[in-house]
Structure formats: structure tokens, C-alpha cells
T-cell receptor, first 113, second 116 residues
Framework: AQSVTQPDIHITVSEGASLELRCNYSYGATPYLFWYVQSPGQGLQLLLK??????LVQGIKGFEAEFKRSQSSFNLRKPSVHWSDAAEYFCAAGGQAGTALIFGKGTTLSVSS | GAVVSQHPSWVICKSGTSVKIECRSL??????MFWYRQFPKQSLMLMATSNEGSKATYEQGVEKDKFLINHASLTLSTLTVTSAHPEDSSFYIC????????????FGNGTRLTVT
């Protein structure tokens, strides 16, 4: 069955520290991969996406993610976290263009001062 | 670009009444829209796929008679929660895809439904 796993439910990092959020997927073929961020009571904002090509993708707000086929992973990284990055982060996978996405359970990021 | 507008952002209704939620793609056309439901501190679960000009496709376990979906135009899909009960209280989020170079799934800001 297709699935997306985010192993970390909650992560706390210090402001200015680096961040890595993990995401693993199980899919029949290489899926389209996405990272979204959600603030409380809000919808989802797209951070970045991977379809093909360069396995290191850059997104908004200084985020990047690396696709590793051998590990079925698409981890999200940021070199220096800001307090405003505190939110819920979702990894998602999809098949052909325009289809619905399967979401992981999300990782809550807290930023300490 | 690629803005999805969802209305209302929150609604409180009494048990037994119906509530309609609108989802609009403001600057692009969407033949397909997706409706998700999100429980507190949980992930998004796909409820149904809304198809312009045809019937919606519901995920297993979703009651089509309770969650009525209409996709009357290329920019508007509606979700009506009929005969709402407290267990229907949730966060409902719609989304619409853009294809081509800017391909992604774009989300509305969600609707918080509380049934009393």
C-alpha cells in the first residue's frame, strides 16, 4: 500500500540551529514528493516539490530537501531555524499529475529561544 | 498565483442542520478538486475527489449522502455536510491542482466546523 511516514511527531530545536525533518515513502514508482507547512488553524503552504532531475531541491523560506531513491526518503532541511518556522510540517506523495496526495502524519516543530 | 479560496473559515451549527463549504480557484481553472478532512493533531485524510461536470469520487468509508459534493464550474466546488452531528466537527480543507511547470496541489485555508 502507498504510504508516507514521518517518524518524528514532535521536534524542538533552538533558534539558529539546523533542522532536519524526516520523511519516508512507500510507493509503486517514484512519486511526486512535496513538503507543506501548516500554521495553526490555517491551510497548507507548499514549501517545495520534487518531480525528477536534481535530487536536491530548493524551496521557499530557506528550506531544501533531498530525494534519496535508495532510502525512499525525502528529508527536509534548513541550516538555521527562525522562531517563525514553528509550525506543523507535512510530507506528501502523489502519482500522476493532478492526482490527490497522500500525507504523512506530520511533524510539529517547536523553536526554543 | 494559484490561489484557492475557501469559505467560510469557521462555522458553528446545530446538530441536524446542513452546512455548505465553498472552494474556489481564484486565478486558475480546476477540473478536479480534492476535499480533505483533518482531525486535531492528525494528518489530512482524503474524503473525495470533486470532478467538474460529473459525480464526485468518494474514498472508502466516506458517506456520499452525508457529504454532498458539487463541482458546478471550473472554479467552484462545494461540500455540504448534511444532517450534521457532533462527530462531523472537524477541519475541512479543499485543494486544487495546477498542472504543467507549476504543478502542485494548492490548498484553501480550511473550514473549522463545530456541530453543537
Amino acid at each position: 500500500a502507498q504510504s508516507v511516514t514521518q517518524p518524528d511527531i514532535h521536534i524542538t530545536v533552538s533558534e539558529g540551529a539546523s533542522l532536519e525533518l524526516r520523511c519516508n515513502y512507500s510507493y509503486g514508482a517514484t512519486p511526486y514528493l512535496f513538503w507543506y507547512v501548516q500554521s495553526p488553524g490555517q491551510g497548507l503552504q507548499l514549501l517545495l516539490k520534487y518531480f525528477s532531475g536534481d535530487t536536491l531541491v530548493q524551496g521557499i523560506k530557506g528550506f531544501e530537501a533531498e530525494f534519496k531513491r535508495s532510502q525512499s526518503s525525502f528529508n527536509l532541511r534548513k541550516p538555521s531555524v527562525h522562531w517563525s518556522d514553528a509550525a506543523e510540517y507535512f510530507c506528501a506523495a502523489g502519482g500522476q499529475a493532478g492526482t490527490a496526495l497522500i500525507f504523512g502524519k506530520g511533524t510539529t516543530l517547536s523553536v526554543s529561544s | 498565483g494559484a490561489v484557492v479560496s475557501q469559505h467560510p473559515s469557521w462555522v458553528i451549527c446545530k446538530s441536524g442542520t446542513s452546512v455548505k463549504i465553498e472552494c474556489r480557484s481564484l486565478d486558475f481553472q480546476a477540473t478536479t478538486m480534492f476535499w480533505y478532512r483533518q482531525f486535531p493533531k492528525q494528518s489530512l485524510m482524503l474524503m473525495a475527489t470533486s470532478n467538474e461536470g460529473s459525480k464526485a469520487t468518494y474514498e472508502q468509508g466516506v458517506e456520499k449522502d452525508k457529504f454532498l459534493i458539487n463541482h458546478a464550474s471550473l472554479t467552484l466546488s462545494t461540500l455540504t455536510v448534511t444532517s450534521a452531528h457532533p462527530e462531523d466537527s472537524s477541519f475541512y480543507i479543499c485543494s486544487a491542482p495546477t498542472l504543467g511547470q507549476g504543478e502542485a496541489l494548492h490548498f484553501g485555508n480550511g473550514t473549522r466546523l463545530t456541530v453543537t
